[in-house]
T-cell receptor, first 106, second 113 residues
Framework: AQRVTQPEKLLSVFKGAPVELKCNYS??????LFWYVQYSRQRLQLLLR??SRESIKGFTADLNKGETSFHLKKPFAQEEDSAMYYC????????FGAGTILRVKS | ETGVTQSPTHLIKTRGQQVTLRCSSQ?????VSWYQQALGQGPQFIFQ???????GRGNFPPRFSGLQFPNYSSELNVNALELDDSALYLC????????????FGPGTRLTVL
């Protein structure tokens, strides 16, 4: 079965602090992992996918198959990063975690 | 380039009624997926349509059905509405070749009383 777990409902950090949004997954095959983001009053949109291995808006995520994790990281949080973040896994369908609200305080 | 649009924005129905939600895919996309997002939860996959055929289904009962039209727009139909069907329904479009990069619509908020 495919499952995605985001253990934190809310993560609150100060501007300039490092951010790590946790994501763990369960899947027996070779997974494709994604992070989607939803800013206030905007639609859900793709932030990054693990196969791209790129940094988007300063965010990176590394797939760790041994720990079945795909944590999202940014070294210095900015206020505009405040949003809802969803980790998602694609096997035979796209499965989302419950999401983590990131709140960046000034 | 036109983004994904959904209609209506909000809808209120009563138990037992039927509802149809509509989605226009992003220009050039041939695949549409539907999701149900309950309050405080992530989106849950309902089903996907590619070239007018169902191409994968999540754990939803048969009273959730869909259609895709030749122009790749899509409908989600829900029969015999239940209170638990109250949710935000999201439509997402993509290329079949890259079904995982999905472009989401703004959603339809369905309330069942």
């Amino acid at each position: 079965a495919q499952r995605v777990t985001q253990p934190e409902k809310l993560l609150s950090v100060f501007k300039g602090a490092p951010v790590e949004l946790k994501c763990n997954y369960s899947y027996s095959g070779s997974p494709e992992l994604f992070w989607y983001v939803q800013y206030s009053r905007q639609r859900l949109q793709l932030l990054l996918r693990h196969i791209s291995r790129e940094s988007i808006k300063g965010f990176t995520a590394d797939l760790n198959k041994g720990e079945t994790s795909f944590h999202l990281k940014k070294p210095f949080a900015q206020e505009e990063d405040s949003a809802m973040y969803y980790c998602a896994l694609s096997g035979n369908k796209l499965v989302f975690g419950a999401g983590t609200i990131l709140r960046v305080k000034s | 380039e036109t983004g994904v649009t959904q209609s209506p924005t909000h809808l209120i129905k009563t138990r037992g009624q039927q509802v149809t939600l509509r989605c226009s895919s992003q220009s050039g996309h041939n695949t549409v997926s539907w999701y149900q997002q309950a309050l405080g939860q992530g989106p849950q996959f309902i089903f996907q349509y590619y070239r007018e055929e169902e191409n994968g289904r999540g754990n939803f009962p048969p009273r959730f059905s869909g259609l895709q039209f030749p122009n790749y727009s899509s409908e989600l139909n829900v029969n015999a509405l239940e209170l638990d069907d109250s949710a935000l329904y999201l439509c997402a479009s993509s290329w079949q070749e890259s079904t995982d990069t999905q472009y989401f619509g703004p959603g339809t908020r369905l309330t069942v009383l």
